[in-house]
Nanobody
């Protein structure tokens, strides 16, 4: 049974940093892609970033490019999202999801985590 568990969310001031983790079980992460999505209150869920763990290629939404970094540790079966220079508009529930190859649409993904809340506020 595939399971994804996010952690690392919390409350941070504008300009601060957080690192989210997505721990996978029931699959070998090296053969899969992991994306992060986020959903702000009253808004649709948006794609944020993806890593193809087979070749470590990465991609980012324009809104986070240069501030967020996605990385993977295949030995720990975990993907991370380092978030720097956080802004209030980054406030959302962040979800990780997995599929065979990176895509930007929710329907591209087979398995989802339960989400972790990130709040950026002074």
């Amino acid at each position: 049974q595939v399971q994804l568990v996010e952690s690392g969310g919390g409350l941070v001031q504008p300009g601060g940093s957080l690192r989210l983790s997505c721990a996978a079980s029931g699959l070998t992460l090296g053969y899969w892609a992991i994306s992060w999505f986020r959903q702000a209150p009253g808004k649709e869920r948006d794609w944020v970033s993806c890593i193809n763990n087979s070749d470590n290629s990465t991609s980012y939404a324009d809104s986070v490019k240069g501030r967020f970094t996605i990385s993977g540790d295949n030995g720990k079966n975990t993907v991370y999202l380092q978030m720097n220079s956080l802004k209030p508009e980054d406030t959302a529930v962040y979800y990780c999801a997995t599929t065979r190859w990176c895509g930007v649409e929710e329907y591209d993904y087979e398995y989802w985590g339960q989400g972790t809340q990130v709040t950026v506020s002074s």
